[in-house]
């Protein structure tokens, strides 16, 4: 009897087509080379099997509550975050070079947000415009001259990239406010395991069921004494799913504003007994206007009124840091290569994407010259909202749109169109190709680490280059090969 092999290899489908039945293998889009290399999975069978559980395994996460929360006409909607069981494959080596570059890059980031809040150097040598910082909407002067816990910013950042057709990686934009998603691969993971053990038992697919430990050691290392908390706006929150998934994982308490309120300069959880225990560290799932009424939107009711009293005073760590939505401003993001230059004399590893800024004259020239061949963003708005292509506007919008731009010039910045690799994803019986990208988790506490897998976010329109959830998009898991094979 024909022993099967118990290992997988990586090679060009040319490189291995005479050497391999082709009804033995499984090939799966992975590399960075052009056109993307191929996985090629022995054991057929197993990964067959896991794909065709798909549908099991979304009633699975349908039945658990795996789902998000959209408005639509001032009505709250949930609704299946729809999953795709063929995985987005990144080899070892590549994640490797990934790594490196997400940790440059986040390390950058909360260097310049502690700059930013405190002597401003950046401005102060003429590397980013002092009015293009002020101006923005991310910026919080309530925020000036408070130091976090440990120096640490943005411990939980959600970096965005596509893989080019060109072979390159290619960042989109940087989440530090809030960023949300990384509960869906958590759990599809698991329930991946759960029906289909041989797939991940025959192939060489690093462990990552640690994201909740990673996170809890985050939160542990700014925790300035106290127990941890995971703080909700409540269940009609679009991420309330992953906001109870990720407290019952890391062992916090998932609360409201209605369990938590400050005494005496430090801040409490009152649980179901009535009992007060200090809190340490909040991981607030809610956005900066509405954390403190007594410091920003005095209407919120969803906030803890004087948290930001406590902040300032060093008693309670927030994560993230409030004021974080200076450095992920779609107009800042032009900066960050700069940004690395400057705080770590080093080049950028990762590329953004081409990015044109018509604040500057030379770049509104270029933009309105060649409107038609490019994606216009507005820096204010997120979860692809906000986002338009040129070629998809006729003769009279384009006009509009140029006299918008040349009227609010800060309000956008432009890209040239990254064409990114398609994935496959099943439809019914069939493989179809759609564009998809890749939201890497970077968490910074001792360290500054990316959890080795991601969100993996695709869409479910065929000429739709728009992926997020919010609009209608679905996700993969996303497997990071190890260097040693099965």
Not at 20 to 44: C, H, M, N, T, W
Not at 55 to 69: H, P
Not at 133 to 146: A, D, M, R, T
Request: net charge neutral; charged share 25%; glycine share 8%.
């Amino acid at each position: 009897m024909r022993t099967r092999a118990k290992w997988i290899f990586v090679a060009k489908a040319t490189a291995l087509g005479a050497r391999v039945p082709q009804a033995e293998l499984f090939a799966l889009s992975a590399g960075s080379g052009p056109g993307g290399d191929l996985i090629y999975v022995r054991r057929k069978h197993s990964m067959k099997e896991l794909v065709e559980h798909t549908e099991g395994i979304n009633r699975l996460m349908a039945r658990y509550g795996v789902k998000f929360g959209i408005y639509k006409g001032g009505e709250f909607h949930e609704q299946l975050f729809p999953f795709d069981a063929i995985p987005r494959v990144i080899t070892h080596d590549d994640f490797q070079q990934l790594e490196k570059g997400l940790i440059q890059r986040v390390n950058a980031l909360n260097l310049f947000l502690n700059d930013i809040y405190s002597e401003k150097k950046i401005i102060k040598d003429g590397v980013i415009p002092e009015e293009f910082v002020f101006i923005s909407s991310g910026y919080l002067p309530q925020c000036e001259g408070i130091m976090p816990t440990k120096n640490i910013y943005s411990h939980i950042s959600g970096i965005d990239l596509v893989l080019g057709k060109d072979g390159e990686w290619y960042i989109l934009e940087d989440n530090l406010r809030i960023p949300s998603g990384a509960s869906y691969p958590m759990i599809a993971r698991e329930i991946c395991r759960r029906v289909s053990p041989a797939t991940f038992s025959n192939n060489s697919v690093v462990d990552n069921r640690n994201y909740a430990a990673m996170l809890r050691q985050t939160m542990d290392w700014v925790n300035t004494g106290g127990i941890p908390v995971i703080m909700t706006p409540g269940r009609y929150n679009a991420a309330y799913f992953e906001h109870s998934y990720l407290a019952e994982r890391t062992g916090s308490e998932l609360a409201t504003c209605t369990d938590l309120f400050v005494e005496d300069n430090f801040l409490y959880y009152r649980d179901y007994r009535e009992k007060k225990q200090k809190v340490g560290v909040i991981y607030r799932r809610i956005s900066d206007e509405y954390l403190d009424p007594m410091t920003f939107n005095p209407e919120s009711l969803i906030g803890i009124p004087n948290i930001m009293d406590v902040y300032r005073s060093g008693n309670v760590a927030i994560v993230n840091a409030p004021g974080n939505g200076v450095a992920d401003d779609k107009g800042i993001y032009y900066f960050v290569p700069k940004m690395i230059r400057y705080y770590l004399d080093q080049e950028p590893i990762l590329k953004n994407a081409p990015t044109y800024l018509p604040f500057y004259d030379e770049d509104r020239k270029y933009v309105l010259d060649n409107l038609e061949k490019l994606v216009i963003k507005d820096v204010a708005e997120a979860g692809g909202y906000g986002v338009i292509f040129g070629n998809e506007l006729s003769s009279e919008k384009l006009s509009e749109m140029k006299k918008l731009i040349e009227k609010e010039s800060r309000r956008f910045i432009a890209q040239e169109v990254v064409d990114f690799q398609d994935m496959e994803v099943m439809e019914r019986e069939d493989r179809v190709l759609r564009k998809a990208d890749l939201r890497a988790f970077v968490l910074s506490g001792e360290t500054t680490k990316v959890w080795p897998g991601g969100l993996t976010r695709f869409s479910r329109n065929a000429d739709s280059f728009v992926v997020n959830s919010s609009q209608g998009g679905g996700f993969k898991d996303t497997w990071v090969l190890s260097q040693w094979k099965k």
